[in-house]
């Protein structure tokens, strides 16, 4: 393998990897029976939690409510170390109250951001999604409990007469039977608990707003450069650009005539990306093809 080819698979994987590391400052207070070792363990998970709950507020789209948001540190507060990809210690300061740590946190924004689309909290986030409950069979404390922190974390306020509309009700055996409803199509499916079944379905329904989404995608595929660290700078530029969003770079190609390489995002200001477009790439000798948007 030469060491261009080489270059360029490692350039590869680092754009590809799903993950942002930045510092992040805790302060964990002294504890009796604790140990130095396991203080500094705590101030580590703390420092975990921190980072993921800034990632999840970098991620959405707009900021979600005072209640959204206190849910969704809940849900993270147990969970944030499996979305943690990686860490380095920066600094360990012993105060006479406790230890101040500083950590770089690499978070797994791609799975982060898959979670959160699939519990709705991407979609609504600012924007709450009215929605009514039927319950046609009685739920238990805890069941009823866990449904409501699911719909205040998923961005969904319960109104009377409002679709989409979710029912519930026991169907056969120790089944639940779950139906969710909109003015387009309605979703059914069945689970012996109906909190899973509850997840079961607003993830199908909040699939659907991916897909449609999707075609508010553009594709730009840009070709020219004469080695892959032209590309990881336009690479820098667009996800720096205020004019699109959701940035994901789908490839890149070594042939004869150059390196090329593939970008999908949401436009949000088509007039400022072209102007951007005009300026950046006739001046490096570039070419682009462009689809969708």
């Known amino acids: 393998m030469s060491a261009r ?47 993921v709950n800034q990632a999840v507020l970098a991620l959405l789209p707009a900021a979600p409510g005072e209640a959204q948001q206190a849910k969704l540190r809940e849900y993270f507060q147990d969970r944030a170390q499996q979305y943690v990809t990686g860490y380095q ?14 950590l770089n946190v690499e978070v797994n924004q791609s799975a982060l951001q898959s979670m959160l689309r699939r519990c709705g909290a991407y979609y609504t986030a ?40 979710f029912t519930l009700e026991r169907g056969v055996g120790t089944l639940w039977k779950g139906t969710l409803r909109t003015p387009e199509t309605q979703l059914s499916d069945t689970q012996p608990d109906p909190v899973g079944l509850w997840e079961k379905l607003w993830n199908r329904y909040f699939a659907g707003q991916t897909t449609a989404a999707a075609g508010n995608f553009t594709v730009l595929r840009v070709s020219g450069w004469f080695s892959p660290d032209g590309a990881a700078e336009f690479d820098r530029m667009l996800r720096a650009f205020g004019a699109v969003q959701d940035v994901q770079m789908l490839g890149m190609e070594l042939a004869t005539s150059g390196v090329a390489a593939s970008w999908r995002f949401k436009v949000v200001d088509a007039e400022a990306l072209e102007a951007r477009l005009k300026e950046y790439l006739p001046s490096r000798g570039l070419t682009r093809t462009q689809s969708g948007g």
């Open 5 to 51: 080819v080489l270059c360029l698979l490692l350039l590869l994987l680092a754009l590809s990897l799903p993950a942002h590391a930045g510092p992040v400052e805790v302060f964990q207070p002294l504890e009796q029976n604790l140990s130095p070792m396991q203080l500094r363990a705590k101030a580590r998970q703390g420092a975990f939690v921190q980072a």
């Open 89 to 102: 210690d920066v600094s360990a300061v012993q105060e006479p109250e406790g230890l101040r740590l500083t």
């Open 126 to 165: 600012g924007h709450p999604l009215a929605y009514d409950l039927r319950l046609l069979s009685p739920l238990t404390a805890e069941e009823s409990r866990r449904l409501d922190d699911l719909a205040v974390m998923g961005g969904l306020e319960r109104h009377a007469g409002a679709l989409p509309e």
